[in-house]
């Protein structure tokens, strides 16, 4: 009997050194969980009889630390979550690996190929869709009509009043204005129906106490009438036309006269090419104060030329940016995380792979930082979660015991012996 209790503890050890030696292998593996032999008595009736490796568990719940990897397309999960991926069976499989890339048919999948679920969005809407495999846009995107600009920033009240705007002679691209009848002019890049890209010139002219004047150039030609902007002096911010109405000043440039077929005049504008009818400046936000005026050289419009798919890239809210050839960039979507009542209830597929189970209950998911999903982190990568010191005591523990096995079995070989001889 004791020799058969000896003999499954050498098995018991066994097997928990395969267990130790894949932790070991695995320590560099991203997101790995270490696995973890658990011994369990074997009785017979009323009898020990030895011992078993009643089960192999994995730490699941405890994070590996994270790397920096620099690569825009890698993700760690800080705090609680996993990625939701659908596997070639369909089924959905969760892990902790943010390992990311775009397919050839326009889907973000990870390094398995798994394709990554997540809610989509469609530009210019940022409303999330469904969950489901996250598409991504990867054709040519057409090119984007401006029909709106923002200028934000500062003018200075140290400024000169001026008068006489633009001067003797129309605005046209021989002819400008006279440096004498404006403080400051900013330019903005704007794109007409084609995605040839055209400069919009804003001339500030302060023409009375917290009075600033905007007249329009574009492409070098006057376009639309001037734009008053009031400022209160004491507070130094912009005064709406109708507070109860709205806080916002916006100037609706009128463009549905301009005449671009004449190339004499505008000589950027290909044969079919359009403006907008009315572009719509918005101007809240401009302050008025002692100093020197803003700085900005552009202000943002929603126009652009016609690019082609040059990219992907993940947000630190788990966004899925779509780039372009254009410089454009567009939000297409939101990673999704799970999260599980029993998260050491999972069903293990592979070393760093998971289905539901039972036991682990149903999945909850939704978009990061939500609920007790956590939060994250770009351009890092967890790492395996083993403790190499520890798997290290545990092998030298392993050898003693089997060493003590191994002697047991010797001793009783000797009795034995002792025994046959004596017989």
Same mark, same amino acid.
């Given at each position: 009997?004791?020799?058969?209790?000896?003999?499954?503890?050498?098995?018991?050890?066994? $097997?928990?050194?395969?267990?130790?030696?894949?932790?070991?292998?695995?320590?560099?593996?991203?997101?790995?969980?270490?696995?973890?032999?658990?011994?369990?008595?074997?009785?017979?009736?009323?009898?020990?009889?030895?011992?078993?490796?009643?089960?192999?568990?994995?730490?699941?719940?405890?994070?590996?630390?994270?790397?920096?990897?620099?690569?825009?397309?890698?993700?760690?999960?800080?705090?609680?979550?996993?990625?939701?991926?659908? =596997?070639?069976?369909?089924?959905? $499989? /969760?892990?902790?690996?943010?390992?990311?890339?775009?397919?050839?048919?326009?889907?973000?999948?990870?390094? #398995?190929?798994?394709?990554?679920?997540?809610? +989509?969005?469609?530009?210019? #809407?940022?409303?999330?869709?469904?969950?489901?495999?996250?598409?991504?846009?990867? =054709?040519?995107?057409?090119?984007?009509?401006?029909?709106?600009?923002? /200028?934000?920033? !500062? &003018?200075?009240?140290?400024?000169?009043?001026?008068?006489? %705007?633009?001067?003797?002679?129309?605005?046209?691209? @021989?002819?400008?204005?006279?440096?004498?009848?404006?403080?400051?002019?900013?330019?903005?890049?704007?794109?007409?129906?084609?995605?040839?890209?055209?400069?919009?010139?804003? /001339?500030?002219?302060?023409?009375?106490?917290?009075?600033?004047?905007?007249?329009?150039? &574009?492409?070098?030609?006057?376009?639309?009438?001037?734009? $008053?902007?009031? %400022?209160?002096?004491?507070?130094?911010?912009?005064?709406?036309?109708?507070?109860?109405?709205?806080?916002?000043?916006?100037?609706?440039?009128?463009?549905?006269?301009?005449?671009?077929?004449?190339?004499?005049?505008?000589?950027? %504008?290909?044969?079919? +090419?359009?403006?907008?009818?009315?572009?719509?400046?918005?101007?809240?936000?401009?302050?008025? +104060?002692?100093?020197?005026?803003?700085?900005?050289?552009?202000?943002?419009?929603?126009?652009?030329?016609?690019?082609?798919?040059? *990219?992907?890239?993940?947000?630190? @809210?788990?966004?899925?940016?779509?780039?372009?050839?254009? *410089?454009?960039?567009?939000?297409?979507?939101?990673?999704?995380?799970?999260?599980? +009542?029993?998260?050491?209830? &999972?069903?293990?597929?592979? @070393?760093? !792979?998971?289905?539901? #189970?039972?036991?682990? *209950?149903?999945?909850?998911?939704?978009?990061?930082?939500?609920?007790?999903? *956590?939060?994250?982190?770009? !351009?890092?990568?967890?790492?395996?979660?083993? @403790?190499?010191?520890?798997?290290?005591?545990?092998?030298?523990?392993?050898?003693?015991? /089997?060493?003590?096995? !191994?002697?047991?079995?010797?001793?009783?070989?000797?009795?034995?012996?002792?025994?046959? $001889?004596?017989?």
């Amino acid at each position: 009997m004791s020799f058969d209790i000896a003999l499954s503890g050498i098995q018991a050890i066994n $097997q928990s050194l395969d267990v130790t030696s894949h932790n070991i292998a695995n320590a560099g593996t991203y997101g790995y969980k270490a696995n973890r032999a658990n011994f369990a008595t074997l009785v017979a009736g009323n009898q020990l009889t030895g011992v078993q490796v009643g089960s192999v568990t994995q730490n699941i719940s405890k994070s590996g630390s994270i790397l920096n990897t620099g690569r825009t397309l890698d993700a760690s999960i800080s705090g609680r979550g996993f990625f939701v991926t659908r =596997g070639d069976d369909n089924s959905l $499989q /969760y892990t902790r690996v943010g390992i990311f890339d775009s397919s050839l048919d326009g889907y973000l999948v990870d390094a #398995s190929g798994r394709r990554v679920q997540g809610r +989509a969005m469609t530009p210019p #809407s940022t409303d999330l869709g469904a969950e489901g495999d996250l598409k991504i846009p990867n =054709g040519a995107i057409p090119p984007q009509v401006t029909t709106s600009a923002a /200028y934000v920033g !500062s &003018l200075s009240s140290d400024w000169k009043i001026v008068s006489g %705007f633009p001067g003797p002679d129309p605005v046209t691209p @021989d002819t400008p204005p006279d440096a004498a009848t404006y403080n400051m002019s900013k330019v903005t890049n704007v794109y007409d129906t084609l995605g040839k890209q055209h400069s919009l010139t804003q /001339y500030f002219s302060l023409t009375g106490t917290g009075t600033v004047v905007v007249n329009y150039a &574009l492409d070098g030609n006057a376009v639309g009438d001037s734009m $008053q902007l009031n %400022f209160d002096t004491k507070t130094s911010q912009l005064i709406p036309d109708d507070p109860n109405v709205s806080t916002k000043i916006t100037k609706p440039l009128d463009l549905s006269g301009v005449d671009t077929t004449d190339a004499n005049l505008w000589p950027n %504008f290909a044969s079919g +090419a359009k403006l907008a009818p009315t572009l719509t400046i918005d101007y809240t936000g401009t302050s008025f +104060a002692s100093g020197e005026p803003s700085t900005a050289t552009n202000t943002p419009t929603d126009g652009y030329s016609a690019g082609t798919f040059s *990219g992907v890239s993940i947000g630190n @809210d788990g966004s899925v940016i779509a780039k372009y050839s254009n *410089g454009l960039t567009q939000t297409v979507g939101k990673v999704v995380l799970a999260t599980f +009542a029993n998260e050491g209830g &999972l069903t293990q597929i592979s @070393d760093t !792979s998971w289905l539901a #189970s039972a036991e682990s *209950g149903v999945a909850n998911t939704d978009v990061a930082g939500v609920g007790n999903n *956590g939060k994250i982190n770009v !351009s890092t990568l967890e790492q395996s979660n083993v @403790d190499i010191t520890s798997e290290l005591v545990g092998l030298m523990t392993s050898q003693r015991n /089997y060493q003590a096995n !191994s002697k047991v079995i010797q001793t009783e070989s000797t009795m034995l012996q002792s025994l046959m $001889q004596a017989i």
